[in-house]
């Protein structure tokens, strides 16, 4: 059995934690009589997922399919 931390925010459940659940498993949740202060966006934290989209670069990205091809011709290139 696992318990994690979260807040119903009006609309849905938000964890305050990563879980580590599988597809179709029960959960049990138990609603306190606490409250949370307010969430402000800014502070939630991401996933590592999306912790470094504020720094990709679009334009970086379509270069990647190919990278090791690059590497490997710009190293070994007898030419």
Same mark, same amino acid.
């Given at each position: 059995?696992?318990?994690?931390? #979260?807040y119903?925010?009006?609309? =849905?459940v938000?964890?305050l934690?990563?879980?580590?659940?599988?597809?179709? %498993? *029960?959960?049990?949740?138990?609603?306190?009589?606490?409250f949370?202060?307010?969430?402000?966006? #800014?502070?939630?934290?991401?996933? =590592?997922?999306?912790s470094?989209?504020?720094?990709?670069?679009?334009e970086l %990205? *379509?270069?990647?399919?190919?990278?090791?091809?690059?590497?490997?011709?710009?190293?070994?290139?007898?030419?």
């Open positions: 059995m696992l318990a994690l931390q #979260g119903y925010d009006g609309n =849905a938000q964890t934690e990563e879980i580590h659940a599988k597809k179709n %498993q *029960k959960l049990i949740i138990t609603i306190l009589d606490e949370i202060d307010d969430i402000d966006e #800014g502070t939630k934290s991401l996933s =590592a997922r999306g470094l989209a504020q720094y990709a670069n679009p %990205q *379509k270069k990647e399919a190919f990278a090791w091809e690059e590497a490997v011709k710009n190293n070994h290139d007898n030419t």
